[in-house]
């Protein structure tokens, strides 16, 4: 076992511990800087950070800015840090602000060391070496869109630009299908650990007032840290799942259909028929058919189901070792 090894997993848990006992390192929220992560889950990459301040070839990314509370939390922590945070601003911003909100934060809070990349976050991975000026990921957030794929393409392509010694959070990890790409991934990455978990009871969305304000104040909708460990210093931990996998098996069920993308209201309109509930149907049967309107040209020339979007793809395609 390598000194450094058991000093980086040493410092990296008792950051984490710290965390868990005190929560936000630095409180910015009297001076506007909010958002929707829970305190220690700031207060972790807060300290986290520090970690990573005087090392000149790490940096900070990560995936979902919002309003910048993570991003600017965070690179406040380690001035020399660069800190990159990706956001397309594609949910969770229905007056459309969200931008402007991370631009005038970053200006007034002085934070020179954090840059918005505002794109979606597989095209910034894809593209990552042209942003980090030869730095590898230290400390690396995720935070974006929560499901399975997502979460896994999150941990796949952000994996070659990591630090040796790198340390991943992952938010709401209360979510089925976080918890099960954290564990994928674990179980096909031997040279990762999981150091540390976190659940509450039920999304923020779905907590009591009482609830709602203790969770705040802790991880909020769950946590995930990860940690680089090739030596196996950690034993092996791993994200509890459900055994039931039907919600993944019907993925494909309601892919190949003619009409998928309609599938989250579609769903809701299916809620409240089974429940008839009358007046919810109407509504949901209205929003139904109003996203139907938005997207039906995308339908025509699909099969009514198994569609395979296969058409004008290589019959057959050979790899083939370059000459010589
Ligand atoms: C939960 S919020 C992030 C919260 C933030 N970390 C904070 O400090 O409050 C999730 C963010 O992910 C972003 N997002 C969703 N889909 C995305 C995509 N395909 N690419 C990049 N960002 C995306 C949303 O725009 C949203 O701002």
């Known amino acids: 076992m390598t000194a450094n090894a058991r000093q980086f997993m040493d410092r990296v848990l008792a950051a984490v511990r710290e965390t868990d006992d005190h929560g936000l390192l630095t409180d910015r929220r009297a001076d506007g800087l909010t958002g929707i ?20 070839s790490a940096c900070y990314v990560e995936i979902g ?28 911003d229905p007056d459309g602000v969200n931008l402007s909100v991370v631009n005038e934060r970053l200006a007034r809070f002085g934070t020179a060391n954090a840059r918005l990349l505002n794109m979606d976050f597989e095209e910034a991975l894809g593209g990552l070496d042209g942003h980090l000026s030869g730095r590898r ?46 564990r994928d991934f674990l179980l096909g990455h031997a040279g990762f650990k999981l150091a540390f978990e976190a659940y509450s009871p039920a999304h923020p969305a779905n907590l009591s007032r009482d609830d709602l304000l203790r969770w705040e104040a802790g ?28 919600l993944y098996f019907n993925e494909w069920l309601v ?6 993308e309609l599938a989250p209201e579609a769903v ?24 139907f309107d938005q997207m039906k040209t995308r339908f025509s020339g699909r099969f009514p189901d198994r569609n395979t979007k296969s058409a004008g793809l290589p019959e057959a395609r050979f790899n083939a070792l370059p000459e010589g």
């Not at 992560?37 to 000149?56: C, E, I, M």
């Not at 028929?273 to 949901?284: G, I, N, S, V």
């Open 219 to 246: 991880w909020l909708n769950g946590v995930h840290v990860l940690v680089t460990d090739p030596e196996g210093l950690l034993p092996d931990m791993l994200p509890p799942v459900d055994d039931d996998r039907t």
């Open 137 to 182: 990921v230290g400390l690396y957030f995720v935070d974006g869109p929560h499901d399975y794929r997502s979460q896994m393409v999150c941990l796949l392509l952000a994996k070659r630009h990591l630090h040796d010694h790198a340390v991943i959070v992952v938010d709401d990890a209360n979510y089925p299908a976080v918890r099960h790409a954290t």
């Open 37 to 56: 992560s829970g305190l220690k889950t700031v207060g972790v990459l807060q300290r986290l950070a520090r970690l990573f301040a005087d090392d000149p």
């Open 255 to 260: 892919h190949r259909q003619q009409m998928a």
């Open 268 to 291: 809701a309109l299916a809620r409240a028929l089974c429940l008839d509930d009358e007046p919810e149907a109407a509504d949901r049967r209205a929003d139904l058919m109003r996203r």
């Open 65 to 92: 800015v919002f309003q910048g509370l993570t991003l600017i939390s965070t690179a406040l922590e380690a001035p020399a840090l660069p800190c990159f945070g990706i956001d397309n601003f594609a949910t969770l």
